[in-house]
């Protein structure tokens, strides 16, 4: 949607007004804004290639140059929107795993599989790696395709000292999740896309590869109201307030069942 804004410089002396008409866009590892002030006959178009605080980015450039096209003192908006910037990226941080860390329970095997949500559709959890007696199991055929390229088009994800799945989703807002084990049958979830270099070295790198930065977790449940995993933490169509309840289906803004 287009966002019709009005742009001010205040001072003690005098207000300077226009009428812009702007939208941010953003992909994983791009973002963007436009901006026209239709009656001074000026246009901006910023592009930035940081999927994470490219977007203030893009803001501090776009003022700066209206500044600059208006004739104005320039503001300082650098020093007002990286603060916000650096509390975005510090929101809700992974889950740091114990050094003590306690198997969900069930074991790692017995949650690969196929899940499945009604708005979400189907989705299968591969073995990427695993500690405490348990190994990378392909599963099916779709795991094990997965799996033999995973340390190529996924590099830097797979920790091999914690058990992580992968999932492979191919949404917009991502091509792959990762769950990384926290403690019991709590994981950390990141979500991933991956893109070709042109570098045959590194022929691929990954957008989200830091686990769980949006504090965002799965947590796994097998009681009478089914088996399978919550996601909680504002992902996935998240309300207002937090779903609340007594069983993890409860308190889920999402939820997979074990197909």
């Known amino acids: 949607m287009v966002r019709l804004s009005a742009y001010f410089l205040l001072s003690l002396i005098s207000c300077i007004c226009a009428v812009v008409v702007?939208?941010?866009?953003?992909?994983?590892?791009?973002?963007?804004?436009?901006?026209?002030?239709?009656y001074d006959?000026?246009?901006?178009?910023?592009?930035?290639?940081?999927?994470?605080?490219?977007?203030?980015?893009?803001?501090v450039i776009k003022y700066r140059i209206f500044d600059e096209a208006l004739g104005l003192t320039p503001f300082d908006f650098d020093s007002?929107?990286?603060p916000l910037a650096a509390e975005t990226q510090g929101a809700g941080p992974a889950l740091s795993r114990p050094a003590n860390a306690t198997p969900p329970t069930g074991g790692f095997e017995a949650i690969a599989g196929k899940y499945n949500d009604g708005g979400y559709g189907p989705v299968e959890?591969?073995?990427?790696?695993?500690?405490?007696?348990?190994?990378?199991?392909?599963?099916?055929?779709?795991?094990?395709?997965?799996?033999?390229?995973?340390?190529?088009?996924?590099?830097?994800?797979?920790?091999?000292?914690?058990?992580?799945y992968l999932v492979r989703v191919d949404k917009v807002f991502a091509?792959?999740?990762?769950?990384?084990?926290y403690d019991g049958d709590i994981f950390n979830?990141?979500?991933l896309t991956s893109y070709p270099t042109g570098n045959a070295s590194a022929p691929f790198w990954v957008d989200g590869a830091t686990p769980g930065v949006a504090g965002v977790v799965a947590t796994f449940s097998s009681d009478g109201n089914g088996t399978g995993f919550g996601i909680t933490g504002g992902a996935w169509g998240a309300v207002a307030d937090d779903p609340i309840g007594n069983m993890v289906k409860e308190r889920s803004e999402v939820w997979f069942s074990k197909v």
Do not use: Y
């Open 22 to 38: 702007e939208h941010d866009g953003g992909t994983p590892g791009f973002t963007s804004a436009i901006a026209r002030m239709p």
């Open 41 to 59: 006959n000026i246009g901006i178009a910023v592009l930035s290639n940081d999927g994470n605080v490219g977007g203030s980015f893009t803001q």
């Open 80 to 82: 007002l929107l990286k």
């Open 125 to 164: 959890l591969c073995l990427a790696s695993a500690v405490n007696g348990s190994s990378p199991s392909g599963g099916s055929k779709s795991c094990q395709s997965l799996l033999t390229n995973a340390s190529v088009i996924l590099p830097g994800v797979i920790n091999p000292a914690v058990p992580t």
């Open 175 to 181: 091509e792959f999740l990762s769950l990384a084990h």
């Open 189 to 191: 979830v990141s979500a």
